[in-house]
Every structure is written in C-alpha cells, then in structure tokens.
Nanobody, 116 residues
C-alpha cells in the first residue's frame, strides 16, 4: 500500500523556522522525483520545492528561494522541507508528492500556520 505521510506542521511566529517531513512507503522511493506543494485558502496549489531521485538537483519557487531547503534520505524513504524566516504568506497546507513516468502519489497534507 502506497503511503506518503506528512508531519511536523504547526503554528509558528513570523520569522521562525519549521521542518516538515514526509515518510514514504509502498513504492521504490529512490525512483521518484519528490516535490513539496502547498495550498493556501482560496488559492491554487503551487509547487514549493522539488528534488531529483538522487537529491543532486533541487528546484524552488521564487517566493521561497533562500529561505526553504528540500532534502531527501533514500535510505530512510524520507523527504524534508526546512523552512526558515517564515511569513504569513507561507501559511498553507503542505503536500508531499511523488512522481515518476506512469505514476504519481499525494500525501494528505500538513498545516503550517504563520501567525503572531
């Protein structure tokens, strides 16, 4: 059974940091491109950051460049998103996404709220 389980979300003050994680199971994790998406209330889901199968190449939305870092551990089937200098515009549900040709999976999401 394929599972992507996000965790680590919560309430954080502006300027603070948070690390969210995604635990993968039920598929060959190292064969998949892993991506974090987010969706704020009333807005479309948007790509935040992605990493290639080996983690050697990463890509970020302009709005998070220099503040967020995506990483993966293929030995543990985990992908991480370190988020620094958070602001209110980062408030959203964050989703983990796995993709390869012919298959894609979504997690259930974890809420991140940035507020004082």
């Amino acid at each position: 059974q394929v599972q992507l389980v996000e965790s680590g979300g919560g309430l954080v003050q502006p300027g603070g940091s948070l690390r969210i994680t995604c635990a993968a199971s039920g598929f060959t994790f190292s064969s998949y491109v892993m991506t974090w998406y987010r969706q704020a209330p009333g807005k479309q889901r948007e790509l935040v950051a992605s990493t290639t199968r080996t983690g050697g190449t990463t890509n970020y939305a302009d709005s998070v460049k220099g503040r967020f870092t995506i990483s993966r551990d293929n030995a543990k089937n985990m992908v991480y998103l370190q988020m620094n200098n958070l602001n209110s515009e980062d408030t959203a549900v964050y989703y983990c996404h796995a993709w390869r040709a012919g298959a894609l999976y979504w997690g259930q999401g974890t809420q991140v709220t940035v507020s004082s």
